[in-house]
């Protein structure tokens, strides 16, 4: 199929998915939407597709929102770093969960750098933010090592790893490191040298951390693509026992694509936390390392896709979020409507037909131009 | 093609099989077949060839139900069908055996044979004994002689053929499809099989017969269809066709079949493996003291029949398996054990017998295929990252020097044809300054331009001063190319021919199956130090 034929076929696909998950959203809203007579529940319907649509991005008087535009951008800032890290390890066929927990650990230790290790402004953030990748990164030798040298599975081990690691948090929080005088459990403030600094001043907390995000989106995409360590990842992750054959460290390339996962998830959970927060006080998973796997997988595990694919979900939080405040839409809804257009756009064989149909059309003309040229050149002859 | 269709029409009833105007597109956007016609005369051996990639398989796997037809017509028997599955095919009375057996190794014969239409005691119960009855039955009306009771995995390559033989006949098929039945028998299996097809065909069975070797097709069958690049080269007798009319149909040119090569100079030892015993996991000894040496310049080939301990060999040489006894130097430096990042630093390149496996990353491109075991070297690199220019360029040539048959580089491996792919595979492990080449069924079920193309290599890489194991069940192949050869049964090694120039297949299938066995002193002449 030429090239131009695949991209419409991408496009219509996507296409396809998102029209048939929102005519399955419609639907729901419908049902759940308030309102007396049939008239009434149609309006409400459309004023809350409306928010869900185009109410992220332009106010109802029709300029441009500026506030919720960077709201979204902060949120992907996480999201980026988890997909990053999960593109990297289920390039290797590694199906590393860890992210989740990863990214609160690298929370967690960048913040607790930021209370008790004092130093000059600049390196402070530097320095915290690394201290939590870097903790992050040797997480990730525990599911990398029982892999590799035990057969453990990896999906199982780094999925438990995650509480694990939420319930030492929990409990470091609860016995040692809380602020007493304060109502809840929290940390004691961050130093000021410690906070990523913002990129804009109107509250929405996209911090410099969105630009380290884009620029690991660069770095990451040459790794993987022009470099041997990422071209070894992705020949493991292709077939494991070719990689070997050929003369690959395959257990120690493993390994690699587990701790860079690591360290990924846990820079996003350090600049998430130093951005957007004074204290440390989560209770429980973020849920940034779930959206990334989800993200990995619309990116086909290719780095260059991941910012599209987050700033995609970051909107569609944000339209549900304008939903459930504006319109009294549940909030619940947009899991559903998420899972529609997951599902299509997984599915490999949805529109397989049309795909099909495509094909041939390519393949006979190519057949036919062939014919023609071997024709042209014969009677040249 | 037109005059095929209407001479087919004036006599529909003499036809079994009429695949009209068949063309299928693949997913990936290959034409494996295009406007292809296919008729099939009632009881008689029908060849069909051509290289690998001209779209045989496609073919049958439409006439078998495993793929459906993009356009085109099938008719069977008169009725104009819709083979949506194999089941439809079988209901048709179509069977297929086909190169990969498709048995249950576990199981015995009786009870493959009856795998999913078995007989029922009191509705519940497995009749075992009704499957053996059945088995014995059709064993003794077809004269395909099996062991009910044994188990698949224990019975010998030619009889498992015979289980799947016998396994589309209980099914009711009338005509037969076989997919390359003979590229894993002896030759004195192979007389045995056409005997039995001969068989089939007197009592008014139809055979479809798949096959790359010219002689056997000149041997057995009664008409033959030639596919190329998708296209039908129409239909012959085979008794007025010459095998060089043959090739030239299929290839589009003149094949030279046999390989020039001048006699061997071999110099220096480069491999040396002494005394490798191997005891597999189910107990079984498949390498019993084994011991030869390679030496720079010449082809020594192992012949054999497949499972007498070749392919243990090799997992050895290049530790994808541990001995248990044993030593195997390279230049005088061991190999046994060492990661294969240190075997290849040694010189030794693999042909892998399953290139699917460890040959190739399908999802990979021909150029990431071609650079995995160099990927690291200083020319491909610029400090921490790739040099594309230098990646590019050097697989260029490879792909030119190779006759690889691409779009460009950046195409998918997986969408290659069989030969191509072992293009690729043969274009890295010959072009990394080998000093010993292991080919492990180099040329298995590739196309002759490509097969061709792979044992002129092979020759001139060995006269350039490499040393070349080459392991085949090809008989042909081992005793054209290699300059001595040792036969491999029950693990050992039964016979070591110094020049293979006076050999033929009767003297080697003795040994191959056994029957004979060179003294210990004959054999111990392959030792060189």
């Not at chain 1, 870097?134 to 780094?158: D, H, N, W």
């Not at chain 1, 064989?349 to 099909?356: A, K, P, T």
Request: aromatic share 8%; hydrophobic share 45%; glycine share 10%.
């Amino acid at each position: 199929m030429n090239r131009k034929r695949s991209i419409v076929f991408s496009l219509v696909r996507g296409l396809a998915a998102i029209l048939i998950a929102l005519a399955v959203a419609t639907l729901l809203i419908f049902i759940s939407s308030e309102g007396e007579s049939l008239a009434e529940k149609l309006a409400a319907t459309g004023d809350a597709l409306r928010q869900l649509l185009i109410g992220p991005l332009f106010r109802s008087s029709g300029g441009l929102n500026t506030k919720n535009l960077s709201d979204i951008l902060a949120a992907m800032i996480p999201t980026i770093f988890t997909g990053l890290g999960v593109c990297v390890m289920f390039s290797a066929n590694e199906f590393n969960m860890g992210a989740e927990g990863g990214a609160l650990l690298g929370a967690f230790v960048a913040a607790m750098c930021a209370i008790y290790v004092p130093m000059a402004a600049g390196i402070h953030v530097v320095f915290c933010i690394l201290m939590g990748a870097v903790a992050c990164g040797l997480m990730m030798l525990i599911p990398a090592l029982l892999k590799t040298r035990l057969g453990v599975s990896e999906m199982v081990c780094s999925l438990m790893l995650n509480y694990v690691v939420m319930y030492v948090i929990s409990y470091l929080m609860n016995a040692h490191l809380s602020d007493k005088s304060k109502g809840q459990i929290q940390s004691y403030p961050f130093e000021s040298t410690a906070q990523v600094p913002q990129l804009v001043d109107n509250g929405s907390k996209l911090s410099w951390g969105f630009v380290v995000a884009i620029v690991f989106v660069v770095l990451i995409a040459l790794f993987m693509y022009r470099t041997r360590w990422g071209y070894a990842i992705r020949m493991i992750g292709i077939n494991k026992d070719f990689a070997m054959y050929s003369g690959m460290k395959v257990a120690g390339v493993i390994v690699l694509a587990h701790v860079l996962g690591g360290v990924l998830a846990g820079m996003g959970g350090g600049l998430e936390m130093l951005g957007r927060y004074e204290t440390y006080a989560w209770r429980s998973l973020p849920g940034y390392g779930w959206t990334g796997i989800t993200i990995a997988i619309l990116a086909g595990n290719n780095p260059i896709f991941v910012p599209f694919a987050s700033f995609f979900i970051a909107y569609l939080d944000k339209g549900c979020n304008l939903m459930a405040t504006y319109c009294g839409v549940p909030n619940q809804l947009i899991d559903i409507i998420q899972a529609c257009i997951f599902l299509f756009f997984a599915a490999e064989q949805f529109l397989s037909r049309y795909r099909q149909r495509l094909v041939v059309k390519s393949t006979q003309e190519e057949l036919r131009l062939k014919a023609a040229s071997v024709e042209g050149g014969e009677s040249n002859a | 093609m037109a005059e095929a269709r209407a001479a087919a029409e004036n006599s529909v009833e003499e036809y079994v099989v009429q695949m009209k105007g068949i063309t299928k597109v693949y997913p990936n956007g290959i034409a494996a077949n295009q406007d292809v016609d296919l008729f099939v005369k009632k009881g008689e051996i029908h060849a069909l060839m051509g290289e690998n990639g001209a779209g045989k398989s496609t073919l049958m796997k439409m006439l078998f139900g495993l793929e459906q037809p993009t356009s085109g017509e099938i008719i069977i028997n008169g009725e104009k069908v819709n083979l949506t599955s194999p089941t439809v095919a079988i209901s048709k009375g179509i069977g297929m055996v086909h190169q990969h057996f498709m048995l249950v190794p576990s199981l015995t014969v009786a009870e493959n044979m009856v795998l999913g239409i078995v007989p029922k005691k009191s509705g519940i119960f497995i009749d075992y004994k009704k499957a053996v009855e059945i088995t014995k039955e059709y064993s003794q009306r077809f004269n395909l002689h099996v062991e009910p009771d044994a188990k698949v995995m224990d019975i010998p390559v030619g009889m498992k053929q015979k289980v799947e033989i016998l396994k589309a006949l209980v099914r009711g098929a009338k005509i037969l499809i076989l997919d390359e039945p003979t590229a894993v028998l002896t030759t004195q299996e192979t007389t045995e099989l056409f005997k039995e097809l001969i068989h089939l065909k007197e009592q008014g069975y139809t055979i479809i017969f798949i096959s790359h070797k010219l002689n056997e097709i000149m041997e057995i069958t009664d008409r033959l269809t030639i596919l190329r690049g998708g296209k039908s080269m129409g239909v012959h007798n085979t008794r007025d066709v010459t095998k060089e009319e043959i090739s030239r149909l299929m290839v589009g040119r003149d094949v030279v079949l046999s390989v020039q090569k001048d006699v061997a100079k071999p110099t220096d030892t480069v491999l040396k493996v002494r005394d490798m015993e191997y005891v597999n996991e189910w107990g079984k000894k498949m390498l019993d003291k084994v011991s030869f040496s390679v030496r720079k310049g010449e082809i020594l080939g192992i012949a054999g029949v497949e499972g007498n301990g070749q392919k243990e060999l090799v997992d050895m040489l290049f530790n994808l398996n541990t001995p248990n006894a044993g030593t195997a130097t390279v230049n005088g430096e061991n190999i046994l054990g060492l990661p294969q990042r240190k075997i290849r630093e040694k010189g030794v390149s693999l042909v892998p017998e399953d290139r699917m496996v460890f040959g190739i990353a399908g999802d990979g491109t021909i150029e990431e295929n071609l650079i995995s075991d160099r990927c690291g070297s200083k020319d491909l690199n610029r400090g921490p990252l790739f040099n594309m220019n230098a990646i590019h360029d050097s697989c260029k040539k490879l792909i030119e020097d190779y006759l690889i048959l691409c779009k460009s580089g950046k195409q998918k491996v997986k969408m290659l044809s069989g030969g191509n792919i072992q293009k690729v595979v043969v274009a890295r492990e010959f072009s990394n300054d080998p000093v010993l080449i292991i080919a492990d069924q180099p040329t298995r079920g590739i196309d002759v331009g490509a097969t061709e193309f792979i044992r002129k290599k092979l020759v001139e890489l060995s006269r350039s001063g490499i040393a070349v194991l080459l392991i085949s069940a090809d008989l042909s192949e081992v005793m054209e190319l290699s300059d001595s050869l040792i036969v491999m049964y029950g693990g050992k090694i039964a016979a070591y021919f110094e020049d293979t120039r006076e050999l033929n297949d009767e003297i080697m299938g003795e040994y191959m199956l056994g029957l004979k066995r060179q003294p210990e002193e004959q054999v111990r002449r392959v030792c060189h130090e």
